[in-house]
């Protein structure tokens, strides 16, 4: 039962001034439970009542039916509800156990929804810094599975552009096949780092790198052989990476698979009268909207990274008719998307309302910013390894008997650091330090991985026994605070959606294994009483909750540890 809804239910004819729904969005829920179950703000109310909010408070609790609550209470400016725990407790537990999706809507009614993320570039290893979009992506293609849409996750590579001009440019240069075919990727960064470092020095390189790209969209042989080449070699290593994080896509069109729809797009643009010439360069003016030039070709002709993302949203839409179509692309490129979406419009394609550029902070290490141009890469690869490592070690500590102990490191490893990437809210940067990341204790993903583990443990103690859902009354006052989190878990999904936050999901996981281990230091859950049926319900709850919140962000959920 929703009793958030019940409470907006109950509030509505004594607040006529305002609709169900935004009664329920004003709805919180106090950090301490001797202020209700759920408050009633009424500041709002107080300039159309022309009256102070406590005696609004109060003028409230006195017109409304409080039967289906233990209490209401005006507190100064807030209505405090307090439910009956025991039966509410009993109806939480239930609806927990007796819906396997216990938490999923149908809001999305089976809309599309267009996700683009990760977007590595090719010739490029990836380094922390691509393991932002990835696991955001990820984690919002799970979200919205579970609120109802059908999630398309496209990986844009990064396999067209001038970089890729300059990267033939350097092979030819300072390149050897012999080199790089005995360390692909490496060798290749290597090439792409001492260009720009001789580029420094003598700018004409930079012409030079732009030359060899308008060869490779003219079709040249020798260069669409080298850049095939280098994507082929980038692609393997990349498969690698997305297996370990346990990731697929439904789309591994990049840049260079819109390169022959590019030309309806510029015909497009010149049959509404939106291209202009700026200084020898095809543009579109975007003044009316206070935004720079929209650049669509180049003084060469060559295209430009506008032009593929117009046609590849048109493509989107054509091909999978998205209701919702995110970018989850790095906050430094805001305008850009701007740009984008105001060229459509322009273009007459309404639809570009529903483009959501869903931007994220930057990692930091030490508090430097990560670049490959500059060489200062830390490897996604190495990281996922050292954490393995730090977890397997861990793991030796605490429980060297453990069987399967490779698989649960990796779990574990793995998840850690994809767990305190999405802890964090998306559009703040941090400082990722290792040593933090992968702690048992903390607020980290091994912690809420060793509580459902811990979970896990209870219930096969007891025989992991049918559950009778009678009488899941428990008296114990500590386990209420685990019973109203429980309950909170399909508005947490509502709102994570609605927010495209994963930090919400994850934040709640910590909150509730944080209450459950409270409840479990202060009980005795195996005792054999009368109420040790309704105990065991709250503990598979308790699992049931943490596996799937685990699996919404993307990590494994080890039943031991």
Not at 257 to 277: H, I, Q, R, S, T
Not at 314 to 334: A, M, P
Not at 452 to 469: D, T, Y
């Amino acid at each position: 039962m929703d009793y958030k809804a019940l409470v907006a239910q109950v509030l509505d004819p004594a607040v006529d001034e305002m609709s169900q729904t935004d009664i329920l969005n004003k709805i919180e829920i106090p950090k301490d439970s001797s202020k209700g179950d759920f408050a009633f703000p009424t500041f709002t109310l107080a300039k159309s009542r022309h009256q102070a909010p406590n005696q609004i408070a109060a003028a409230i609790v006195d017109a409304i039916d409080q039967s289906q609550f233990e209490t209401v209470e005006a507190a100064g400016p807030y209505v405090n509800f307090f439910l009956d725990k025991a039966q509410a407790g009993q109806n939480f537990l239930r609806d927990v156990l007796l819906n396997e999706n216990y938490g999923h809507n149908t809001d999305g009614e089976a809309g599309h929804v267009t996700i683009d993320m990760s977007s590595p570039n090719i010739a490029k290893p990836m380094s922390m810094g691509h393991l932002r979009s990835t696991v955001i992506g990820n984690s919002l293609a799970e979200i919205s599975r579970a609120n109802g849409y059908q999630p398309i996750k496209i990986n844009h590579l990064g396999d067209w552009g001038t970089q890729f001009g300059k990267l033939i440019s350097a092979y030819k240069r300072w390149g050897s096949e012999a080199e790089v075919k005995a360390d692909p990727i490496n060798t290749l960064v290597k090439y792409y780092v001492k260009f720009h470092e001789e580029a420094e020095k003598d700018p004409a390189l930079n012409d030079e790198g732009r030359a060899w790209f308008k060869k490779l969209e003219d079709g040249d042989e020798e260069a669409t052989h080298l850049w095939k080449w280098f994507r082929d070699e980038s692609l393997k290593e990349f498969m690698d990476i997305y297996d370990e994080l346990d990731i697929e896509f439904d789309s591994f069109n990049g840049e260079s698979f819109y390169n022959d729809k590019m030309d309806e797009v510029v015909d497009m643009l010149e049959d509404k009268g939106l291209l202009e010439e700026s200084q020898g360069a095809q543009v579109v003016n975007l003044d009316d909207e206070d935004l720079n030039v929209a650049m669509i070709k180049r003084t060469d002709g060559a295209t430009l990274y506008m032009t593929r993302d117009l046609a590849a949203a048109i493509f989107r839409k054509r091909n999978y008719n998205f209701v919702k179509s995110l970018y989850v692309v790095g906050g430094e490129q805001r305008e850009h998307f701007q740009q984008m979406k105001a060229v459509l419009k322009k273009m007459g394609f309404d639809w570009a309302d529903e483009i959501e550029h869903v931007s994220f902070g930057l990692i930091t290490v030490d508090g430097k910013k990560l670049s490959t141009r500059s060489g200062r890469i830390i490897l996604l690869k190495d990281v996922l390894d050292d954490s393995v490592e730090l977890a397997q070690e861990q793991i030796e500590e605490k429980n060297p008997d453990l069987p399967n102990k490779e698989e649960v490191a990796h779990e574990v490893g793995v998840g850690a650091v994809v767990f305190h990437d999405l802890m964090n809210e998306r559009t703040k940067s941090f400082d990722f330090k290792l040593e933090d990341v992968v702690r048992f204790e903390g607020d980290t993903g091994p912690y809420v991985q060793y509580t459902n583990a811990r979970a896990q443990s209870i219930l096969r103690k007891a025989g992991n026994p049918e559950l009778v859902m009678d009488d899941l009354t428990i008296t114990d006052d500590a386990v209420w605070e685990v019973e109203k989190l429980l309950a909170e878990f399909p508005n947490t999904l509502k709102r994570a959606w609605r927010e495209y936050e994963p930090s919400v999901i994850a934040k709640y996981a910590l909150s509730l294994a944080r209450a459950f281990n409270k409840y479990y230091a202060n009980s005795v859950i195996l005792k054999d009483d009368a109420e040790l049926n309704a105990r065991l319900a709250l503990v598979k709850s308790v699992s049931q909750v943490l596996t799937e919140s685990l699996r919404l962000l993307g990590v494994k959920a080890p039943k031991e540890m």
